[in-house]
DNA sequence: GTGAAAGCGCTAACAT
DNA sequence: ATGTTAGCGCTTTCAC
């Protein structure tokens, strides 16, 4: 059981001061391992252990200025490319003496805005955010932010911030060139949104890829739409008319989705059309067959955010004065939903 | 750009005070709202503003006892169901002005009791904890936590702290009963680790909905093995010998195992075994065709733990003395992978 | 309505 | 080696 100290609460200092008979300097110094007689060691030690207790630790944040905490914000938790982020952020964290706050802003740009502006409230010593897209008011706060920041994702030249950003051009353009090497000659592709800095990059890739394969680019192979697996299941169905020998999507989700079609459409994957992801989340192994996908390094770039914060954290004067810009490489894992189909024939041999 | 108070960095109110020329007293009122008079009010908003201030929440946290903060802890965000309480802890914290604190323990028991403990510091208001299994060692910490808890999970009688449950006895005999319903007579389990609460009781309700439908308990089709895809193939590719017509999986992750091991062993789902999973997580409905699973209401339980921890908070003396305990329905959603085989005869009749 | 001052629990400079 | 004391930035009596 707990025992009360004074506050009408826990014990503090002051309690165990006066149970060991010492000041409170002297309890301060012992419980931080600082030099002291051996006898006032054990009885701060033994009052410390006999009232069960444990410093308070917004109080010393606030002699400290620190609060040995780091702040993620990203825009949802249901996506399984923030949740990788979130756990290499919390392990790095963890690891460095850090307690990671969780921020969810909906991708809604004054919520963001409030993130970074709520930096000068002092409740955690550096930010890692995760925005969307990129406004001016965006690059304003994040040059005048109270503390360190990181951002995920690409920042206009000369922002100002550390960011660690993703190649999805080279990604995207990855995952077509392996589709055009195992046989396919029709590519159709499910992008996401048109207005997101992801959504023009990897359409980006898509075209550069097409064009270095020799293929030309049709404008009926390619849809937009928004992210989830309904979604992407609507849009590959409209796309059957324009007879794609493979589908390549944005992200995981569109791709399980683009599978589910090709089933109810009685298409076999990869045998009558492959299909290929990115992201390569956990549902990419979900799927039946397993999706190849293009990894983004949603991980790595977690982990490498939470170590640039973390550098500039324990760097005196907080650190470069110049911002740092990392670039995660795509790598693209092959499974069996792109598995060439020479080897069993054309569809129309094959199939009842 | 932010104008820099006398500590070397961030405005304080006393920066404020003699920007306005009043003292710290009424700029806190003003502040926080309290009454001043007209013209006191506008010079200290308009010092603040052109200050840029922004209240220092750990001085506020320290004065008044509270931070503002929840803290959740779960063994691993990498599992959609701890993603899914992630989401609805966030959303009812955020809602009632509070921050989110991420911990993830491993679900190793030393760092599950170090969290406990840690409520000491002051850090945050509250916690909602997940443990897969409840030591003794748990009880005594949660008796004599620093702050409220809510545990999600099943605590034994008279543990003396909120809880809410899942009931996953019901749950498992839910999925059981429809795959007899739907014409399966050999209906396999492929479950997780043996030792833990989830784990016994959903053998439990295995066995109850068994014998409630009139059919024997085979050793031969029930299977222990870790979570996971990988491992939920291996189990059920061991069980293919026993010719089950039906696989029930604790969970999701075991699901797309069995679904992958059935596919590759080229048996027809649900033609000839008809494949449930547990959780209903969105992985769910990645699959093919998609599973038909045992929605547990992690959501559901993420929201009511958040309910109870913040009505506590809210409550003067700390709420009600006596603990409370809720539990949440399952609910069976069914979907493509446990289509009754009827319609289509037995598998030796179309399977080449 | 406003200012002076106490104090939340801790650390660190200074004095002994 | 140990005690005294001054804050960290804020809220909140208590006088005026």
Same mark, same amino acid.
């Given at each position: 059981?707990?025992?009360?100290?004074?506050?009408?609460?826990?014990?503090?200092?002051?309690?165990?001061?006066?149970?060991?008979?010492?000041?409170? /300097?002297?309890?301060?110094?012992?419980?931080?391992?600082?030099?002291?007689?051996?006898?006032?060691?054990?009885?701060?030690?033994?009052?410390?252990?006999?009232?069960?207790?444990?410093?308070?630790?917004?109080?010393?944040?606030?002699?400290?200025?620190?609060?040995?905490?780091?702040?993620?914000?990203?825009?949802?938790?249901?996506?399984?490319?923030?949740?990788?982020?979130?756990?290499?952020?919390?392990?790095?964290?963890?690891? /460095?003496?850090?307690?990671?706050?969780?921020?969810?802003?909906?991708?809604?740009?004054?919520?963001?805005?409030?993130?970074?502006?709520?930096?000068?409230?002092?409740?955690?010593?550096?930010?890692?955010?995760?925005?969307?897209?990129?406004?001016?008011?965006?690059?304003?706060?994040?040059?005048?932010?109270?503390?360190?920041?990181?951002?995920?994702?690409?920042?206009?030249?000369?922002?100002?911030?550390?960011?660690?950003? /993703?190649?999805?051009?080279?990604?995207?353009?990855?995952?077509?060139?392996?589709?055009?090497?195992?046989?396919?000659?029709?590519?159709?592709?499910?992008?996401?949104?048109?207005?997101?800095?992801?959504?023009?990059?990897?359409?980006?890739?898509?075209?550069?890829?097409?064009?270095?394969?020799?293929?030309?680019?049709?404008?009926?192979?390619?849809?937009?739409?928004?992210?989830?697996?309904?979604?992407? /299941?609507?849009?590959?169905?409209?796309?059957?008319?324009?007879?794609?020998?493979?589908?390549?999507?944005?992200?995981?989700?569109?791709?399980?989705?683009?599978?589910?079609?090709?089933?109810?459409?009685?298409?076999?994957?990869?045998?009558?059309?492959?299909?290929?992801?990115?992201?390569?989340?956990?549902?990419?192994?979900?799927?039946?067959?397993?999706?190849?996908?293009?990894?983004?390094?949603?991980?790595?770039?977690?982990?490498?955010?939470?170590?640039?914060?973390?550098?500039?954290?324990?760097?005196?004067?907080?650190?470069?004065?110049?911002?740092?810009?990392?670039?995660?490489?795509?790598?693209?894992?092959?499974?069996?939903?792109?598995?060439?189909?020479?080897?069993?024939?054309?569809?129309?041999?094959?199939?009842?």
């Amino acid at each position: 059981m707990t025992v009360r100290g004074p506050t009408g609460g826990r014990p503090t200092i002051v309690s165990i001061a006066e149970r060991a008979g010492v000041s409170i /300097a002297s309890v301060s110094r012992v419980l931080n391992g600082l030099g002291a007689r051996r006898d006032t060691v054990e009885k701060v030690e033994r009052a410390a252990a006999e009232l069960g207790y444990v410093p308070n630790a917004v109080a010393r944040s606030l002699k400290g200025g620190r609060t040995r905490q780091l702040t993620f914000a990203m825009p949802d938790i249901g996506n399984p490319v923030y949740v990788a982020m979130v756990r290499a952020i919390q392990t790095a964290a963890k690891a /460095a003496g850090y307690r990671l706050l969780l921020h969810s802003t909906d991708a809604v740009v004054a919520d963001e805005l409030g993130v970074l502006r709520s930096l000068g409230d002092r409740t955690s010593d550096g930010l890692v955010i995760c925005p969307i897209r990129i406004t001016d008011a965006h690059l304003d706060a994040l040059r005048t932010a109270a503390a360190p920041v990181v951002v995920i994702g690409t920042l206009p030249h000369g922002a100002g911030v550390d960011s660690v950003r /993703a190649d999805s051009v080279t990604g995207a353009a990855l995952a077509v060139r392996h589709l055009y090497e195992t046989g396919r000659r029709r590519i159709a592709f499910v992008n996401g949104p048109a207005d997101t800095v992801p959504g023009r990059s990897r359409a980006e890739g898509y075209r550069a890829a097409l064009a270095e394969c020799g293929l030309g680019y049709d404008q009926r192979l390619v849809v937009h739409t928004e992210f989830g697996i309904e979604s992407g /299941a609507g849009a590959t169905a409209r796309l059957l008319a324009a007879r794609p020998d493979a589908v390549f999507c944005a992200n995981d989700q569109l791709a399980l989705g683009a599978a589910r079609a090709l089933h109810a459409a009685g298409l076999a994957i990869p045998g009558d059309v492959a299909v290929a992801g990115m992201d390569d989340s956990a549902l990419a192994q979900a799927g039946w067959p397993p999706l190849t996908s293009v990894d983004l390094g949603s991980t790595e770039r977690g982990r490498r955010a939470a170590e640039l914060l973390l550098e500039r954290l324990r760097a005196p004067g907080g650190g470069p004065t110049t911002p740092r810009t990392t670039t995660v490489a795509p790598r693209l894992v092959v499974r069996a939903s792109t598995a060439p189909r020479i080897p069993t024939g054309p569809a129309h041999e094959r199939n009842p």
